[in-house]
Every structure is written in structure tokens, then in C-alpha cells.
């Protein structure tokens, strides 16, 4: 997703501990956007939406999804590299939690990906 892509919906996350995260997110939270494979960098801000919805690409109907709008592309990505380098994420899920899509950032976390970004 751009910036200029607009709203789209985040589904599929079919994590255990992601669907806690993504079910607790509410209309208005901000939310970084991740690249994975090669890149792995957060590149940009999004907003949700909504509020979590059934994921309409769930046939057991157990897992939620939520539309998320692109806020602003960061000026520098922030490379998983940096992140796990850095004291301040020590215990920032991104590191410690392998594969996990979801998760919560702490306000502290939030001002020093931006500021990495800049």
C-alpha cells in the first residue's frame, strides 16, 4: 500500500497473539507500516479505519481483520537492523517475536522510529 493507494484492508493475520493486538485496535490508532522480505523496514504511518471486523476471507469466521488508511511515507525507512541495534528496543516485540504482525509500540518506541526516520 502508498500513500496514494488510499484505504485498504489488512486481513489474513492468522497469528494468535497478532489477533489479541489487531482485535484491540480501535478507529483512529496509529499504526507503522512494516515492510517484510527483503527490505524489512518500517516505511510509513497508516491509521485504522475502523474498528476490527470478521475477516471476510476467514471460512471458519474465528479471525478479524480492519481497514487501515496510509497517513505519510517516513523520510528515511527504519531498518530492522537498526532497531535491533539500538538499547531503546530491547524489549520491543519487532525483536523479540519473530514473525509476529501485530503488535503494540510504546509511546517511547513511537518518538524513536520517527526519529530515526528523520
Request: aromatic share 8%.
Amino acid at each position: 500500500m502508498s500513500v496514494r493507494d488510499g484505504r485498504t484492508a489488512w486481513t489474513g493475520v492468522r497469528n494468535a497473539l497478532a489477533q489479541k493486538h489487531l482485535r484491540s485496535m480501535r478507529k483512529g490508532d496509529r499504526i507503522f507500516f512494516y515492510h517484510t522480505g527483503d527490505e524489512k523496514a518500517v516505511v510509513g504511518i497508516a491509521e485504522a479505519a475502523c474498528a476490527p471486523y470478521p475477516d471476510p476471507a476467514d471460512e471458519a469466521g474465528k479471525l478479524y481483520a480492519i481497514d487501515i488508511v496510509a497517513v505519510k511515507k517516513l523520510k528515511s525507512p527504519v531498518t530492522l537492523a537498526a532497531i535491533k541495534a539500538d538499547e531503546a528496543f530491547a524489549s520491543f516485540p519487532l525483536v523479540r517475536i519473530s514473525r509476529l504482525s501485530v503488535m503494540p509500540v510504546s509511546d517511547d518506541e513511537w518518538k524513536r522510529i520517527e526519529a530515526i526516520a528523520r
